[in-house]
């Protein structure tokens, strides 16, 4: 907060607002881990313009679509967001970014950076004309390292950080990746810590800064802080890995009619767990199950055993159960019943909008809230070029400029009767 802003009154709420209002992203990113981060900027109140190639993000086209390029992944990454088409290998395109950058807080990107150098774009071009940007990269590597040029994706970071590894050893089957885009999602959150922290460092020193998100390491550590084990020490104590979650036996439980997702874990949970199934003395007479250690050092023995006993009963009488002996559990859902989860409907994390050109869709909000700020209701992920007119209007260009640019190639929008309602 500057010093010469008045605080708003205690309880009072911005309305149509977020905690990052008045913040100007412009957003170069593409695919999933970028995209997924400035949204989160975005729903809180950042206004990000997303920056597209001619041929728009890629991941536009992945997935079941009513229309083309509205795919899907995309819809889920890309709300919040103003999209506007450069041809940034058109000068003409390349200078109405860096006439979007002269105001910016952040620029985002995660092509490789020296590409971002081929353009004029790298950081010391970049802070020339803005010295208060936040220049973020997220992409594979660090720069310092032998890496440092190589392309990035998901899969690849996963087995390089030992995920295909560790699910291979806690099965007993072949390496697999976990079935969803986690790093691109883990590193995607840490950049919007690391953006955020350099902004609040901004305010101290008045300057910008660039600031680095690469994947590997970042997920290397994300992984590690569970598994390095005995590795922790010179010399080793062991191969490394966290037991619990390696054991064979970690997984959901079979009930007699489905699955169900429990967790006795605590000496308290235990005891009340045992108490409920009428087989209070395991404790005392089975030295396995008498400590919180002596479980972990049988940890596979001791999921077993509670395998077994997960198959006696429904799982609404589990459920039951666990709740009445005060142990964690969640039921499993499926990709359709998590749709239907009371929780998630009575904090209304799903709703049905209408969107612009997709018609009505599912969609899930924000899981932050505050007490002080009532963020705007959602902008729908944009069609391809939607905002370009717009945009760069609010850059300086008259409508004739900006037709000319659109006729060399150097931008691209939709025809004005499919955007004139649009471009907000």
């Not at 007993?172 to 995607?188: E, K, L, N, S």
């Not at 919180?292 to 999921?303: L, N, Q």
């Not at 009371?342 to 997709?358: D, K, M, Q, R």
Request: proline share 8%.
């Amino acid at each position: 907060m500057h010093r010469n802003e008045t605080p708003a009154a205690p309880g009072a709420a911005e309305e149509g607002s977020g905690p990052l209002a008045g913040l100007k992203v412009v957003d170069m990113t593409s695919v999933l881990m970028g995209p997924f981060a400035s949204q989160m900027l975005g729903d809180m109140g950042a206004d990000v313009i997303k920056v597209e190639a001619p041929r728009g993000d890629l991941v536009r086209q992945i997935g079941p679509a009513r229309h083309e390029d509205m795919g899907p992944v995309f819809l889920n990454a890309n709300r919040n967001k103003r999209s506007v088409v450069l041809d940034l290998k058109n000068p003409d395109g390349l200078a109405a970014l860096k006439r979007m950058l002269e105001d910016a807080d952040v620029l985002m990107y995660n092509v490789r950076p020296q590409a971002m150098a081929r353009l004029g774009l790298a950081y010391e071009d970049v802070a020339r004309l803005n010295p208060r940007i936040v220049y973020a990269g997220l992409f594979g590597f660090g720069q310092n390292g032998p890496y440092a040029a190589r392309p990035a994706y998901d899969d690849l970071i996963q087995g390089a950080s030992t995920l295909p590894h560790l699910i291979a050893r806690a099965s007993g089957g072949i390496p697999r990746y976990v079935p969803t885009a986690m790093a691109d999602r883990i590193v995607g959150l840490t950049g919007v810590s690391a953006i955020l922290a350099t902004l609040q460092a901004r305010t101290r020193t008045g300057r910008g800064d660039r600031v680095d998100i690469p994947m590997f390491e970042t997920m290397v550590a994300f992984v590690l802080g569970d598994h390095m084990g005995g590795l922790t020490f010179e010399p080793a104590l062991d191969e490394g890995g966290y037991a619990r979650q390696l054991s064979p036996e970690r997984r959901p439980y079979q009930t007699r009619d489905g699955y169900i997702c429990a967790l006795v874990y605590t000496d308290k949970q235990w005891q009340g767990f045992l108490r409920e199934i009428g087989r209070e003395s395991l404790m005392r007479e089975d030295d396995r199950f008498a400590t919180y250690g002596a479980r972990s050092r049988h940890i596979d023995h001791v999921y077993g055993v509670l395998a077994g006993i997960f198959q006696e009963r429904s799982t609404a009488e589990w459920m039951a159960l666990l709740e009445r002996a005060d142990v964690p559990f969640m039921p499993m859902h499926s990709l359709r019943s998590v749709l239907d989860d009371p929780h998630l409907a009575a904090t209304g994390f799903f709703s049905t909008v209408e969107h612009p050109s997709e018609g009505p869709i599912r969609t899930m909000r924000m899981p932050v809230t505050w007490a002080h700020f009532k963020p705007r209701a959602p902008r729908p992920a944009p069609g391809l070029g939607e905002h370009t007119r717009a945009i760069l209007g609010e850059l300086g260009y008259g409508p004739a400029q900006v037709e000319a640019m659109l006729a060399a190639g150097a931008a691209s929008a939709p025809p004005v009767t499919a955007a004139a309602g649009s471009e907000q």
